[in-house]
């Protein structure tokens, strides 16, 4: 069996490893690092469970192939709080207005809100809804998912002014 | 493991790419975005000996609108064709297209060369390149060649492409002053396959009678409808002139029938696309003439 080494930062730490080629990038994240925020759900595409940050844009980790990412700088939703003890408004606010239940899909959603923010601070509902459209929830009805995206928009500009 | 087992090569220069796609031939697959490619092997449905990774291919990847024609690199993602200033002011047909394919996250690492030569019916920068009168650079170790939009979809799924050559390049031709354009299509959910799709450009003279019309549809084939175009051109725009065209456009056209719709649906369903598509390409058309539209 050939492995490559792949080489890459996550979350700003530097990961190591060595990969046989066809070990798709979520499985690398989850079996080899232990990152199992990441989640994976139906391995074609379709649900969004698996998006991760790939240098800044949201991405499914199902669809790369982990010696895709040598070099890369990666976010998972590991990364997302700034420490042990606080959340990201993001997470705060879907927390506080039941923006999930069984979680599952949860951090592909976060991570796609990330980014939704960082492009458009202040985001319509048309939009949160366009860029949401990429990630299956089967819970919530998205109704609460989008008012927390809402929410949390309004923190991070108070905490920009 | 979900593919199956390959050997991966990543080159770095477009050259190396063609020596290897020379070197094995049918038993590589070139990788480009994977949002087609990678879900097929994860499937086990495609099992290539040998993949080549085409994302360290920076020369692949540009898009140049210098000239009178938009050249659009193969790895080009699809979500730089939905942002460029350029192409939405000189082009807005292709970005209004690539907005529609997939999703965010799909559109970040999907690519435009990627789309094309995958040829899924369902897809759009296949018929948007049809109706945009775009040609395809295919390059092979010692060949290339020029193939027109058109001529490059052969059915489903299948291209003009040479196991050895690759789809390099798509190259656009400026339009007409004025011109009016329109995307359509339908899907079950928002961001799902299309089950049918049209595109339509359409220009007017001074007295506001049709001088330039293209229609295309989705299809086995994205199809060009040249007699509905040739029964557009010199008429007045009208909602009768546009349901004829349709129709004749949908006539004889080849589509499949699976869980999600049958060829009946799809036939009838891009005739209603095909109308609406004309009806605000024209819209748009006469509101460029009068200098109206923003």
Redesign the interface.
């Known amino acids: 069996m050939s492995t490559r080494q792949v080489c890459l930062t996550i979350n700003g730490r530097e990961y190591t490893g060595a990969v046989e080629p066809r070990k798709l990038l979520t499985d690398f994240l989850r079996d080899d690092l232990g990152l199992t925020g990441t989640h994976v759900g139906c391995e074609q595409g379709v649900c969004g469970a698996c998006t991760v940050l790939l240098n800044g844009e949201p991405v499914r980790s199902c669809l790369l192939f982990a010696v895709q990412a040598n070099g890369a700088e990666l976010k998972t939703v590991e990364g997302m709080a700034p420490n042990a003890t606080e959340l990201h408004p993001l997470q705060e606010k879907f927390w506080e207005l039941h923006g999930l239940q069984c979680g599952f899909c949860t951090p592909g959603i976060l991570l796609t809100a990330e980014a939704l923010l960082k492009e458009i601070p202040h985001p319509s509902e048309e939009q949160i809804r366009e860029w949401l459209s990429g990630n299956l929830c089967r819970c919530t009805g998205y109704q609460n998912i989008v008012t927390a995206i809402h929410e949390a928009a309004k923190t991070l500009s108070e905490r920009r002014t | 493991?979900?593919?199956?087992?390959?050997?991966?090569h990543?080159p770095t220069s477009i050259d190396e790419a063609l020596g290897l796609m020379s070197q094995f031939g049918d038993q590589a697959r070139p990788l480009a975005g994977?949002?087609s490619l990678?879900?097929l092997?994860?499937?086990r449905l495609i099992r290539p000996a040998h993949?080549i990774?085409l994302?360290g291919v920076d020369e692949l990847s540009y898009l140049s609108a210098e000239d009178a024609v938009l050249r659009i690199g193969a790895t080009t993602r699809q979500?730089q064709l939905e942002r460029s200033a350029e192409i939405a002011r000189r082009w807005p047909l292709l970005r209004d297209a690539a907005a529609f394919i997939?999703?965010?996250?799909?559109r970040?690492?999907g690519t435009v060369g990627g789309s094309l030569a995958h040829a899924f019916p369902s897809a759009e920068l296949p018929v948007a390149m049809v109706t945009l009168g775009a040609s395809m650079l295919l390059r092979a170790k010692t060949t290339r060649r020029s193939v027109r939009a058109e001529d490059f979809f052969l059915s489903t799924m299948t291209t003009a492409l040479q196991p050895e050559e690759l789809l390099t390049e798509i190259s656009v031709p400026e339009l007409p002053a004025n011109t009016g354009w329109s995307y359509q299509e339908v899907s079950r959910r928002?961001?799902d396959f299309a089950l049918a799709g049209s595109a339509s450009l359409l220009a007017v003279d001074g007295k506001g009678d049709i001088r330039y019309a293209r229609l295309a549809l989705t299809g086995v084939t994205p199809i060009r409808a040249r007699k509905a175009e040739e029964s557009l051109v010199g008429e007045r725009p009208s909602e009768a002139l546009f349901c004829d065209a349709a129709q004749r456009a949908t006539e004889n056209l080849e589509q499949d029938s699976d869980i999600h719709a049958s060829a009946e649906y799809r036939r009838a369903a891009c005739a209603a696309l095909a109308r609406r598509a004309l009806t605000q390409a024209a819209q748009r058309a006469s509101d460029s003439m009068k200098g109206t539209l923003r």
């Not at chain 2, 997939?102 to 799909?106: A, C, N, P």
Request: glycine letters at 10%.
């Open positions: 493991m979900k593919p199956a087992k390959f050997d991966y990543d994977g949002q990678v879900p092997m994860n499937f993949l990774d994302n979500r997939g999703h965010i996250q799909i970040n690492r928002y961001g």
